[in-house]
């Protein structure tokens, strides 16, 4: 069964920057694709950052592109992401996820953007205050 583990959420001032970390129980090897994800009260789950294994491609919806940063370690098993600037709409539980990306960097933005990753982690909450 896979696992996913995020950690690093807390509590922060509008402005200031947080990094959270994810935790794989396997290697999701060069056809995967990695994802984070947030859902803020009463909103629907939305992709914040993907990043395809095959080349290290990355993807940012605009509302964080610019601010938010993807990366990996695959020697880990790690997925990390990068939050600057931190504003209060960015308050929500964050989630990392991972999905077969039938070698497609194509397909992961749109498995990102459509909300469809398989394999989900049970999220760390951020809290934004201004």
């Known amino acids: 069964q896979v696992q996913l583990v995020e950690s690093g959420g807390g509590s922060v001032q509008a402005g200031e920057s947080l990094t959270l970390a994810c935790s794989g129980s396997r290697y999701f090897g060069s056809d995967y694709c990695m994802g984070w994800f947030r859902q803020a009260p009463g909103k629907a789950r939305e992709g914040v950052a993907s990043?395809?294994?095959?080349?290290?491609?990355?993807y940012y919806p605009d509302s964080v592109k610019g601010r938010f940063t993807i990366s990996k370690d695959s020697a880990k098993n790690a997925l990390y992401l990068r939050m600057s600037n931190l504003k209060p709409e960015d308050t929500a539980i964050y989630y990392c996820a991972a999905d077969y990306a039938y070698n497609s960097d194509t397909y992961c933005v749109s498995a990102l953007t459509q909300v469809t990753f398989n394999y989900w982690g049970q999220g760390t909450q951020v809290n934004v205050s201004s």
């Open positions: 990043i395809f294994n095959g080349d290290g491609s990355t």
